[in-house]
């Protein structure tokens, strides 16, 4: 019996480690310069933080949530994504008592069972931030400078931000009602789903992919023209600090958020090339959330993104990323007694955090060399007869071909001039 992989999902394999390792390390220092700090939630939560917070309208509760009941008939989730999961760890533990704001990044994993092509994928690792505790526009804008700066800061060039504002609960209404109101007589035209979301949610019949719903919906209210004065002043407040921040960005009136929870500001970067999942990350404000899920009335924004998409358009600007690292130093014995007086300086060299290889299966020191020199080794240490007799290694730099006697007792010399890269 073989077993493979789930649909939908992906090993992260040895050889694309280290490109892994770097995306998260830049997204690290970056959010760490704007004063955010890693938070880390369980991959599982109740699942009706997820109804009550994303909605059951929206398309990730409804139809792509995994469920599961535990054995005490406890109805659980993997999460479909960050946010909720964040603002429940922020009421649970209290985190507004002591600071007005609170600051939050995380990566992880998300699950979604939705069907699998480029970009999308049932279990994602997303990174993101949160932003908790002020209404701030300047805060919206910053969360999207973090996001910005990521991305170009990587390297990517074939992207733009898109924004827009959904408004507030007040002004979500009133345009609910104009959205109603304008699909009315062709109500028998839409597709089920949007007959379902013209009761719920009208907004949804925006972004349906059924063609006769597109057609439709093309001449539909945009949520702009119902904004509130609070919301209008907002909105051009955030628009003005990204023009002071240097953020290009274009209005999107028809930026629809596949979750529920947005108030005013939604936005996301779209990335062109890398087929119909092209949004590389997205977010927005959520001042009603934190409320709806049983705490106080805090306002909030954010954003994530996920790495699979982010790795496909690196790919397609052909940005290269590291690869696996190569040995520092490769070492050689011959002989039983060689490799006995070596192994315990291995050991040490390698707690120094140099990376050292050593196959002790390849007898012959041709086969040892050939080994050093294909693992593109910066160096051979060998140890052969002459040496065991001196209780020395013989370092060589498997490029130039140069070479130097160093004794083993101290070994300090040595590590020295494999750290500095002396000879
Ligand atoms: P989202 O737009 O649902 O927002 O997801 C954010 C990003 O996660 C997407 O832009 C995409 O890069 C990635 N993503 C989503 N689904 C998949 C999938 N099936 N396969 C691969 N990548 C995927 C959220 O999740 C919100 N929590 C963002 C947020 C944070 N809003 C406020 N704070």
Redesign the pocket.
């Known amino acids: 019996m073989q077993y493979s992989i789930p649909r939908g999902t992906y090993d992260i394999l040895p050889e694309d480690s280290p490109k892994w390792h770097r995306v998260i390390a830049e997204f690290r220092k970056l959010v760490e310069a704007y004063g955010y700090a890693e938070i880390v939630t369980p991959i599982f939560e109740q699942a009706a933080l997820f109804e009550r917070s994303s909605g059951e309208s929206s398309d990730?509760v409804k139809k792509e949530m995994y469920r599961f009941t535990d054995r005490k008939g406890r109805e659980f989730a993997l999460r479909p994504?960050?946010?909720a999961p964040v603002a429940r760890s922020y009421i649970e533990n209290r985190m507004d008592i002591g600071s007005s704001y609170t600051k939050l990044y995380y990566l992880g994993p998300?699950f979604?069972y939705?069907r699998p092509q480029a970009?999308?994928?049932?279990q994602?690792y997303?990174y993101?931030v949160?932003f908790i505790g002020s209404n701030n526009p300047y805060y919206d804008a910053e969360i999207i400078a973090i996001l910005w700066n990521y991305l170009t800061g990587l390297g990517l060039k074939k992207l733009h931000l898109e924004l827009n504002s959904v408004g507030c609960s007040v002004c979500a209404k009133e345009y609910d009602k104009a959205l109603r109101d304008y699909f009315q007589p062709y109500l028998n035209q839409l597709c089920p789903d949007c007959q379902e979301r013209f009761e719920r949610k009208p907004r949804r019949i925006l972004d349906c992919k059924v063609k006769e719903c597109g057609d439709i919906a093309k001449k539909a209210p945009i949520q702009l023209d119902y904004l509130d004065e609070p919301c209008r002043e907002h909105f051009s407040e955030v628009q003005h600090y990204l023009d002071l921040m240097k953020i290009p960005f274009i209005i999107n009136p028809r930026i629809v958020?596949?979750?529920d929870y947005y108030t005013n500001t939604a936005f996301?970067v779209i990335y062109e090339g890398i087929g119909a999942?092209n949004?590389?990350?997205?977010?927005?404000r959520?001042n009603g959330l934190l409320n709806q899920i049983g705490g106080k009335n805090i306002p909030a924004?954010?954003?994530?993104?996920?790495f699979?998409?982010l790795f496909l358009s690196l790919n397609e600007e052909k940005i290269t990323l590291p690869g696996p690292p190569f040995p520092e130093v490769f070492i050689i014995t011959i002989g039983r007694e060689a490799q006995e007086l070596i192994i315990p300086y291995l050991n040490i060299i390698r707690v120094k955090g140099i990376y050292a290889e050593y196959e002790p299966d390849r007898a012959s020191l041709k086969a040892q060399l050939k080994a050093a020199n294909n693992s593109k080794a910066y160096y051979a240490l060998l140890i052969g007869e002459e040496e065991i007799k001196q209780k020395s290694a013989l370092l060589k730099n498997l490029e130039s071909g140069e070479q130097k006697l160093y004794s083993l007792e101290p070994i300090s010399d040595l590590i020295k001039t494999i750290q500095n890269k002396e000879l």
């Open positions: 990730v994504e960050g946010t998300m979604r939705d970009g999308r994928y049932r994602f997303q993101g949160e958020r596949g979750l996301e999942q949004a590389l990350a997205g977010g927005g959520y924004v954010g954003f994530a993104g996920g699979e998409r």
